[in-house]
């Protein structure tokens, strides 16, 4: 066990040392040092890792892989950058957000800049495949778009059925696991099954991971989680607990719960109301099960990959994903 | 002559039908919706042009080049999206801009969404040299968005010079357009010497082009030009033209323009007399014989090129750039 913690922080400074070499620039400054502010961030860097491992796991060589690892990266802090301007966050990571530091124009052109730096990462990929490493790369991007947009038109929204909801997710979230898991293995020339394989593993970690997100937001610790609890409730957020209790719940619980819906999300006070009414209806349980169902798949998906380091550690990855409380 | 017009019209509808095809897609509509409203939206897809040009040139099929151009129409697009949320323009070719008919979120994401469309068509670029055409393209991402943060920069600086300027423009307007004649030339399967040759010319005729810009603003036709007349004097842009002149001017004069530049614009009323400091200076002389060099310049370098149509019609391009009034 320890030994892979040990890995997945090797990697990751792997990772974020060839990170900071996309940064050496220093002009036009209004680009660059924003640009170095939102790469040197931190982060769990979970999505390289997963590139990382899944070249490995068809018996490529991580190195190979490491340009698209940084891409992908880079690829997720340009949607945070544009999302959170979007979404109106003041801080990401405990530090104030590129458009509240700077303004939303630097945010914009930080967000534009960064996505061309993937693309040019990206690039160094030496791989007899590197068109096709392109097109999956951009189906990321294309996809992560049109999941961002779901999730603003759902905002203003009533009525959104928990199939749109795991669709949207599929998109904004689960897209680019499964991007950075597809990536790694075309990297490392891995069969058409293996591909399949490790795609369809990160397409069910990446649901498993928003939903623990949703599920999180009610009953995480809130030192450990980083942030206040019912954050999802207060901003009326469409959300699978959200979207799962309004269909099950009756009488005076469901008219608060449309209270929410309706008027885009509530007082901070009935966040405990409504965390009662999640329980009473089985909803946390039913999102700790969708959790686990989701986990058993994508660990049902590696059983086509050869026994090795690099399978374990996928395995070892997704029991963690379950259990995170962070 | 009119059997060129006559190409760049059949060019033009080849390059928009192309462009239909990318926005067949429906949903999301909030993202759907204004792709469509932008890539429908007209301009003179010069950009496309050259690319197929400039693949004819070095004896290539157009066809192979037809999906980089549309890939470089969409390309500009994107970046006329997010500048014109930075400038706070409420119309651009005479609708409003996407921003001002939806909002700042809708635009952001619109001009994302372009950019992965760019990529997506880009990639159907059937060429031994997929990688390097998507470098070359990768490099113009870049470069436009440093471009723009120049500018930007540049708008709240005293000092700016005519390097600093002629480095903002070759990057903001240039760099496109010479991507898009190196594009062609290396989709065309070009040898070293025609595509240095062409990605030159396009970079001359990228300054010729902007300098007619900043000039026109000053002197064109206010119909024919479709906008208003001193529109960057009134912004107190800073222009070939008020660079140059406040490095002539003298006295009184040299106090307007530095006004100008200290208050970030002026009057509407103060338009006629900048006009005649640019007269009386010289200044507007030196911009029409900057961009008479450029075009020479850009048309040098052709001569490398092998006699034919793709050349003539690139020669009668640039004289055609060198007498716009539009």
């Given amino acids: 066990m320890v030994s892979y913690q040990k890995k997945y922080i090797a990697y990751k400074l792997r990772v974020e040392s060839r990170l900071n070499r996309c940064m050496m620039k220093q002009e036009p400054v209004s680009l660059c040092e924003p640009v170095s502010y939102?790469?040197?961030?931190?982060?769990?860097?979970?999505?390289?890792?997963?590139?990382?491992?899944?070249?490995?796991?068809?018996?490529?060589?991580?190195?190979?892989?490491?340009?698209?690892?940084?891409?992908?990266?880079?690829?997720?802090?340009?949607?945070?950058?544009?999302?959170?301007?979007?979404?109106?966050?003041?801080?990401?990571?405990?530090?104030?957000?590129v458009h509240k530091k700077w303004d939303e124009s630097v945010a914009i052109l930080t967000g534009d800049e960064l996505l061309g730096l993937a693309y040019r990462e990206l690039l160094r990929t030496k791989s007899p495949a590197i068109g096709r490493v392109t097109e999956i790369f951009t189906d990321g991007v294309i996809e992560v778009c049109e999941g961002q947009a779901y999730d603003k038109e759902f905002e203003v929204r009533h009525s959104v059925t928990m199939v749109d909801y795991l669709q949207m997710i599929a998109k904004k979230t689960g897209k680019l696991v499964s991007v950075s898991l597809e990536l790694g293995a075309?990297?490392?020339?891995g069969s058409v099954r293996e591909i399949r394989a490790l795609r369809d593993y990160g397409t069910h970690i990446g649901r498993a991971f928003q939903i623990q997100d949703d599920y999180l937001d009610v009953v995480a610790d809130e030192e450990e989680?980083?942030?206040?609890?019912?954050?999802?409730?207060?901003?009326?957020?469409?959300?699978?607990?959200?979207?799962?209790?309004?269909?099950?719940?009756?009488?005076?619980?469901?008219?608060?719960?449309?209270a929410i819906i309706m008027n885009g999300g509530t007082s901070r006070r009935n966040v405990a109301a409504v965390r009662k009414i999640y329980e009473h209806y089985g909803v946390l349980a039913s999102a700790q099960s969708m959790v686990a169902q989701s986990i058993a798949r994508a660990d049902k998906e590696l059983k086509v990959l050869h026994p090795g380091q690099a399978r374990e550690m996928l395995y070892w990855f997704s029991e963690m994903l379950a259990n995170r409380n962070f």
Wanted: charged fraction near 25%.
């Fill in 225 to 258: 989680f980083g942030k206040k609890i019912g954050g999802d409730i207060v901003g009326g957020k469409k959300t699978y607990l959200l979207i799962e209790a309004y269909q099950r719940a009756r009488g005076e619980d469901k008219k608060l719960l449309e």
């Fill in 38 to 97: 939102v790469l040197s961030g931190g982060g769990k860097r979970i999505r390289p890792l997963l590139v990382l491992l899944s070249c490995e796991a068809v018996g490529g060589v991580m190195e190979q892989a490491l340009p698209a690892a940084v891409a992908i990266e880079i690829l997720h802090n340009f949607s945070l950058v544009h999302d959170d301007i979007m979404d109106h966050a003041s801080t990401r990571r405990g530090r104030p957000t």
């Fill in 186 to 189: 075309v990297i490392g020339a």
